[in-house]
């Protein structure tokens, strides 16, 4: 067993299990640095971390922030569900409406739903492109506007790992007039006070962590051919593109967002508790029941497994894969094993963030771990 650093934060009375479960994934030796938030009823009730931020043993501190990779996609499809409030965006409704060059080549009916909920058959990037072309958002912008999809729309999902974000961010720069990235800060980051950023300027660099990729690629794997390799060399990752400057500056909606667990948490605090936290409305109740809608249930070609996934809008819902407590709770995570998990039946969220990444986007023990023990406390203080 290795040795538990000190464990920093806050723990309220009854729910001392989650610290326990969060020392256990170091005393297993599964961490470097991370962090855990725990919300209930838009109230903090844990707020811990620990270790460090960077191999070199830097001390991971209660400001420190990491990239999320793609628990970034819950900011965005927040950004994107607020419009939906404002009657300015309908889910059903063709991209076409809102991006009209997104028609080409048999997109002129893939609807906004379709691209939230990865059916709308642009999982990867064709032409592929290199990290940097990521960089360039209206090139991205250009070849998905321009791209045939590689199944039919609606038919079927394909995790859309990078290319979901400019999808959704495209629709939000359209319809709204600022990009993703301002329009997630100037109307969600900054009324909630949450320190979480896509896109940012060197003035936040000095608290960031350093993540620590896995051994091995790539993330998808697949057969030569198949829509799970096609995603994953389309634009190849190998975990180290945010330690530059580049990458931290731009607008990567699926997989660049810098946080930790507590300003995810704090974010998704409002969606637990009806669209509204202290005061903060982010949208209306009925367009958070909107998200927990069943969009696609089954195989996911990407994604593959031995048991299906189901998707709302912009989030996945509990399935037989990821078997949740509450019905209508949804989720998300990112490579290497950051977690979010909101559960408006019992007005809880949870989050788990890190930097030494897992090789894998599924079936991650640690963000899990802290989870479960987080519906224990819940539980065992309703008895």
């Not at 855990?36 to 501190?61: E, I």
């Not at 889910?91 to 080409?104: D, G």
Request: net charge negative; hydrophobic share 40%.
């Amino acid at each position: 067993m290795a040795d538990v650093p000190e464990i920093h934060g806050t723990v309220e009375p009854g729910w001392e299990a989650v610290r326990t479960a969060f020392a256990r994934n170091f005393e297993k030796g599964l961490e470097v640095g991370a962090s855990a938030f725990v919300t209930l009823q838009g109230r903090p009730v844990v707020d811990l971390w620990a270790g460090d931020r960077s191999p070199d043993g830097t001390p991971w501190a209660e400001d420190t922030i990491v990239n999320v990779y793609s628990t970034t996609k819950t900011m965005c499809g927040i950004s994107l569900m607020m419009l939906v409030d404002r009657g300015l965006v309908e889910p059903h409704e063709p991209v076409a409406t809102y991006w009209p060059e997104f028609a080409a080549n048999g997109k002129e009916n893939v609807t906004v739903a379709q691209v939230m909920a990865h059916t709308s058959g642009l999982a990867g990037f064709e032409p592929a492109i290199d990290a940097e072309t990521l960089y360039d958002w209206d090139r991205c912008c250009e070849i998905l506007a321009a791209m045939k999809p590689w199944w039919e729309p609606g038919a079927a999902a394909g995790y859309h790992a990078i290319t979901h974000g400019y999808l959704q961010g495209e629709i939000v720069r359209r319809v709204d007039g600022r990009s993703l990235g301002t329009f997630f800060r100037e109307e969600i980051a900054e009324p909630l006070d949450a320190d979480f950023h896509i896109g940012f300027g060197p003035e936040l660099d000095a608290r960031c962590g350093e993540l620590i990729p896995p051994s091995h690629d790539p993330i998808f794997a697949g057969v030569s051919g198949s829509i799970a390799q096609r995603t994953g060399t389309s634009c190849r990752l190998d975990g180290t593109e945010p330690r530059s400057r580049a990458w931290r500056a731009a607008e990567i909606p699926a997989a660049g967002g810098f946080g930790n667990a507590r300003s995810v948490g704090r974010i998704h605090s409002a969606l637990a508790c009806g669209g509204t936290v202290d005061g903060v409305t982010l949208m209306q109740p009925e367009i958070v029941a909107q998200i927990t809608e069943e969009q696609f249930g089954g195989r996911d070609y990407v994604l593959a497994g031995d048991a299906d996934l189901r998707y709302g809008l912009g989030f996945g819902l509990p399935s037989a894969r990821v078997p949740l407590p509450s019905p209508n709770s949804f989720f998300w995570g990112g490579w290497g094993g950051s977690l979010a998990v909101i559960d408006p039946d019992t007005q809880m969220t949870v989050s788990y963030v890190m930097n030494r990444m897992a090789p894998t986007l599924q079936r991650e023990t640690r963000g899990g771990a802290v989870l479960l023990s987080a519906y224990g406390a819940l539980m065992a203080a309703a008895v």
